[in-house]
Every structure is written in C-alpha cells, then in structure tokens.
C-alpha cells in the first residue's frame, strides 16, 4: 500500500460498464477524498498509433496509452501536488477540449482497459477491480457510445471491435479477471457490487491518513 493513498483499479473489457461503475461510486461518494484517474486520458497522439493492414488505426493496444506519463503523474499526486492534463476527445471534432485537474487523496481509482497489463502500474495496486458483461452487452454498448459520444460511424465502430477490441481484449484483458480482488458482474446490474466496493471505499477514505 502507497504511504500516501490507496491505489484502486478497475479494469474490464470495452463496454463492460468500467466508467458506469466509476460513476456509482462519484455519486454515492460525493465529497469523499478519492481522485478518480482515466486511462482514456492517456491516449498517444493519433500519428504515434499503430496502423494495422487495413490503414485503420488500432487504439485497442497496451502500445496506444502513455503509460509512462500516468505513472510520473501518480507519483506527483502522491508527493502532494496537484496535476493539470489536457482531457482527451477521442478525435471527435464535435467534442469541445477541455483541461482537468487531478488533486491529491486519500484514494486513487484508476480505471482503464490495460491498467493490470502494465508491470510498472499493476505492482502499485492495493484493490484490482474487474467488471465483467456478456460479448453481446459489451458490443451493444460499445456501438451506443462510439457512435453517440466518439461521433464513430457503425462501419467502422463493427470493423474495429471485430479487427481490434475482440483480439486485444483475449490478449491484454481477460486473463486478469482470474488476477482481481473483487468481480463486478454487470450482465443485469452492478448494484450489489457497487455497494460493496462503496462501502470498502467508505471506511479508506473515512480512517486512511495521507502522510506529507
């Protein structure tokens, strides 16, 4: 355990609910001292991602993340000094940018496809979280929100889980299910695991201390 927080991950297939799960907890602990951190923040920039046989490029990779920024930027958070980083849009071009800023706390929850693939971060765990869905209500999902939130046409939201999300996700992702702490299922709902993750959450940041 970090002397200066609690590190939570919470990791899962795409469209396995990681970001609902993460905004259960932003509601119900509201005002709790948790910094929430989001790998989709730390996206490489579109010409250093890899472009597969196709010309299409792949940011369904380890490779397509700046993993090395993320932790540089947990380390500052942990000496007690706040981090400001640009929001990433997902190369939407209706999307606004805009900047966020990560403060010290006495929880970090960081939440993202490959956070346990990463030697470097998983080490620093002290919860591993994993939320899991059927295939089916994962590309449901996928398709809803690529196409509503990333402004992704469905041809190219089918190509790339087919050609990207499906093979990564055996690769990168679902071996570390057999690896977590805690399995959310969210085949139906998320309820009862979200409860029991809140209330873990409720007691770290109600008695943990953070040491300058």
Do not use: W
Request: charged share 25%.
């Amino acid at each position: 355990m970090s002397a200066n927080g609690q590190i939570i991950g919470i990791c899962g297939g795409s469209g396995s609910g990681k970001t609902s799960v993460l905004n259960g907890i932003k509601e119900k602990l509201s005002g709790h001292s948790i910094t929430y951190i989001s790998m989709d923040d730390y996206y490489l920039p579109r010409d250093k991602q890899y472009t597969d046989e196709n010309g299409i490029k792949n940011f369904d990779l380890p490779t397509a993340m700046d993993t090395q920024q993320l932790v540089q930027d947990l380390d500052t958070l942990e000496s007690g000094q706040q981090v400001t980083k640009s929001q990433y849009t997902f190369n939407n071009a209706k999307a606004k940018e805009s900047t966020i800023t990560l403060y010290p706390a006495k929880v970090y929850i960081i939440e993202g496809l490959f956070i346990y693939h990463y030697a470097e971060l998983k080490e620093r765990f002290d919860l591993k979280i994993y939320v899991d869905a059927s295939i089916d209500q994962k590309i449901i999902r996928r398709i809803k929100r690529d196409q509503t939130e990333r402004n992704y046409p469905l041809e190219d939201v089918l190509y790339r889980y087919e050609h990207h999300v499906m093979p990564s996700y055996k690769a990168y992702i679902q071996k570390y299910k057999a690896e977590a702490d805690l399995i959310i299922n969210n085949y139906n709902t998320y309820d009862k695991g979200l409860d029991v993750l809140v209330n873990h959450l409720k007691t770290l940041t109600t008695h943990a201390s953070i040491q300058p």
